[in-house]
């Protein structure tokens, strides 16, 4: 019940705050400008994050005022929230100066850092990996092995968010695999988590559809891929049977497979990997012919698939 809630208060304020957030980015003239690695070819608002950052937290204060210690959903995981709350908090901050000013790749990359560095002094580690073979205990590697991750998927995410409501949908692919993989271990802390985020990144979809009235700009990038992050190390370290970590490698796929090929490619050509460029999974289906709309579904569909592949993969662990 307090899943559902929560999800329900994050799609009503995703769906009412995202055209309001929309007019004032119109207004102050936030707008993202084509260039040629864009695809859009005209000026379109750029921080919708915003309105998604203010749906998750209106939502999890909404179950934190039904449920105080949240412990009336069951065995949670209460010292997780506090982390997320605080790496999405420092991760907005960055996003926005980004979304409006610009930043640097490497200071952006070292923002990150210190957003996931925060989020494992506030308890969010990495600290037991579950494989079938036993349980490995990461001990002085936690920290790095924690940035590491959570650095990795907000890039990911970054990185696949290049075609209208494409980073939306396949994080929901994501999210909905971590909710059963969740709720069948009791990891009730993820599911209320979970169900935050999801709302919020489905009240923005409906306005980041192509064409898109609206883009999530880099504060929505960094925010879905923190909080995906973040889910994935409570299901693989909580529970009554932590999941192994091939579960939310493999439920993340399509925007891991997108981000090592994009490396690959980048240093196969001499260049910085921070260099962007037109050769995202995303482009060349577009260059195969298919519309923006037929590409992000093609893709999100195939993230399905490997949602359900790490869910059947969670059973058999």
């Known amino acids: 019940m307090l899943t559902a809630l929560t999800f329900a208060v994050a799609l009503v304020v995703g769906l009412a705050a995202t055209p309001v957030v929309r007019l004032i980015a119109i ?8 260039d040629p690695r864009k695809i859009h070819t005209s000026p379109i608002p750029r921080v919708g994050g915003v309105a998604m950052i203010l749906a998750f937290g209106l939502a999890i204060a909404a179950a934190a005022f039904v449920a105080p210690d949240f412990r009336s959903a069951g065995d949670l995981e209460p010292n997780r929230v506090p982390a997320i709350l605080a790496g999405v908090a420092f991760l907005a901050m960055v996003g926005i100066v980004d979304d409006l000013n610009g930043m640097r790749a490497r200071v952006k990359l070292a923002a990150q850092t210190g ?3 925060l989020a494992w002094l506030l308890g969010l580690r990495i600290e037991l990996l579950q494989f079938p073979w036993g349980t490995v205990d990461v001990g002085a590697l936690s920290l790095p092995l924690t940035v590491l991750w959570i650095v990795a998927v907000i890039n990911a995410v970054n990185l696949i968010d290049g075609l209208d409501g494409l980073a939306s949908g396949v994080v929901l692919t994501v999210l909905g695999a971590f909710v059963v993989v969740a709720a069948g271990d009791g990891v009730d802390s993820a599911l209320i988590v979970s ?4 709302g919020a990144a489905f009240g923005f979809l409906a306005y980041n559809l192509h064409p898109a009235e609206i883009i999530m700009g880099d504060t929505g990038s960094m925010f879905l891929g923190f909080v995906v992050a973040a889910v994935a190390v409570s299901i693989t370290q909580d529970g009554l049977n932590p999941a192994s970590p091939w579960v939310p490698i493999v439920a993340l796929a399509v925007p891991i497979a997108d981000t090592l090929f994009a490396i690959v490619r980048r240093k196969a050509r001499g260049g910085s990997v921070f260099q962007a460029d037109m050769g995202h999974i995303h482009h060349q289906l577009l260059n195969l012919g298919m519309g923006q709309r037929d590409a992000m579904l093609l893709l999100t569909a195939v993230s399905a698939a490997f949602g359900v ?4 993969l969670a059973r058999v662990d």
């Not at 207004?27 to 084509?34: A, E, I, N, S, T």
């Not at 169900?195 to 999801?198: G, R, T």
């Open 115 to 117: 957003a996931a560095a």
């Open 309 to 312: 592949l790490a869910i059947l």
């Open 195 to 198: 169900a935050a985020c999801a």
């Open 27 to 34: 207004d102050r003239g936030f707008l993202d400008h084509p």
